[in-house]
């Protein structure tokens, strides 16, 4: 191999590198009010770095010793991207959650767990301020706009 081509290869290593730590990045840590808009950074993300096939398409079958050549490319591709859209998400979840909350393998679990979990504790925010602002009485005394704020 000609040192062109190293140089070539450590080149497009370290913009990919590069590439991934900018598109991880973008991503900000889950919260409890900000899991649709985290949701849709990781769905981003995980589209530009052709990852999301894992939340696309089902697992597929068991492989077997019938199983011809594509299939069990395709097995282990899908299992590669499900495995990095778990870490993807796990990195940007909150560390308590990451072992004991969520043990799921599969990346759509892992999804749909997080927003059930998330999106009840999101409609019972929006009812208790819901319930604050209806109950709400200005006093009279002070900025108004600090008071609504």
């Known amino acids: ?64 010793e019938e199983s011809f050549t594509e299939d069990k490319r395709n097995f282990e591709l899908w299992k590669k991207f499900n495995r990095m859209s778990v870490m993807i998400m796990k990195r940007s979840i909150p560390e308590i959650m990451r072992d004991s ?14 927003e059930k979990l998330y999106l009840k504790n999101e409609n019972g925010e929006m009812i208790c301020t819901s319930g604050k602002l209806i109950s709400m009485r200005y006093s009279g005394k002070g900025n108004i706009r600090e008071y609504i704020m």
């Not at 190293?6 to 009010?33: E, K, P, Q």
């Not at 909350?101 to 997080?114: P, V």
């Open 1 to 64: 191999m000609s040192m062109f081509n190293l140089w070539f290869y450590f080149v497009l290593y370290s913009i990919s590198a590069a590439n991934i730590s900018a598109n991880l990045s973008t991503i900000h840590v889950l919260t409890g009010i900000n899991f649709k808009s985290w949701k849709e950074d990781v769905m981003i993300v995980l589209g530009c770095m052709d990852l999301d096939l894992a939340l696309k398409k089902d697992q597929p079958a068991a492989l077997t």
């Open 101 to 114: 909350l969520l043990k799921r393998e599969n990346a759509k679990d892992f999804l749909a767990a997080l």
